[in-house]
């Protein structure tokens, strides 16, 4: 938590790739996340919150997570997200290390030497009782197997029951793919098994037959209408983009249909 008062920048000098902001009710404060990498007093990786009473100036970043020296991942964090569940607080972080993928790992068909190496990289919740922390992690592993990469996992409730949304890595299945799990009503695990809502070559903006389609960044959004879209990225004509999908159940199992137009084209990151 904070013990000390914190440096104040104004939003045009905030540099986050895929940031991500909670808007909370009881503090009436947005709290932006970010990965903070080794330095400043920090032995490994972690991740830093700023606030704001406005989202046009900020303190921070203040630490509230650092990789704990005997976990499974050291290596760099990705894209964390926080959001607020049942009276907690929760991280929703991509651990990255450089061990192999064990052997029961599926290797795509066609898999090329220039790709990325196949490495455990992992979804995992961390669980906090205030925005600024402590977080803990509930165990020491990830949420999603061992054998499957997997990162950008966000959380939807539907219904009551908490899912975990995520993107399975192209580098493994070279047709990237978004997929949701159950999780337990703490989201301490997952309770069921994974099931695909769509693929990277489903999207009307990728050139057709290349050897690889990304998924990244998945964010789901009910409208005011009650239409149910997911943001999220991929690489297509116009290099990095941002586009929608929409639920035509308006439930997250879909089946989802990819919109006629990106939402971003100038390579924008995550939505």
């Known amino acids: 938590m904070i013990t000390e008062a914190t440096p104040s920048v104004s939003l045009a000098d905030v540099r986050i790739r895929d940031p991500f902001i909670l808007p909370d009710p009881d503090t009436q404060t947005y709290y932006l996340v970010t990965a903070l990498a080794p330095g400043e007093g920090r032995a490994r990786p972690g991740v830093g ?43 929703f972080l991509t651990f990255n290390t450089e061990l192999p993928l064990p052997e029961s790992a599926v290797e795509p068909e066609g898999r090329q030497p220039a790709w990325p190496p196949l490495v455990q990289r992992g979804t995992q919740i961390l669980v906090g009782d205030t925005p600024l922390g402590p977080f803990r992690p509930f165990a020491n592993h990830a949420h999603t197997p061992a054998d499957v990469m997997t990162l950008d996992g966000t959380l939807w409730v539907e219904d009551g029951i908490p899912y975990l949304v995520y993107c399975h890595e192209w580098v493994q299945l070279g047709d990237g ?91 924008g990151g995550h939505g």
Do not use: C
């Open 177 to 267: 793919a978004v997929e949701a799990v159950r999780l337990a009503p703490d989201l301490s695990a997952v309770a069921g098994e994974p099931v695909t809502l769509f693929r990277g070559s489903n999207a009307p903006w990728v050139r057709p037959g290349q050897p690889h389609y990304v998924t990244d960044g998945p964010f789901l959004y009910r409208t005011k209408t009650g239409k149910l879209l997911m943001l999220w990225s991929t690489f297509g004509w116009f290099g990095y983009m941002t586009l929608i999908a929409a639920s035509e159940s308006g439930s997250v199992h879909g089946p989802w249909v990819q919109q006629g137009r990106p939402l971003f084209m100038q390579d």
């Open 49 to 91: 919150v700023y606030t704001s009473k406005d989202l046009a100036t900020w303190e921070g970043p203040t630490p509230i997570f650092e990789t704990p020296a005997d976990f499974w991942a050291q290596g760099p964090i990705w894209a964390p997200e926080m959001h607020r569940y049942e009276g907690k607080y929760y991280l």
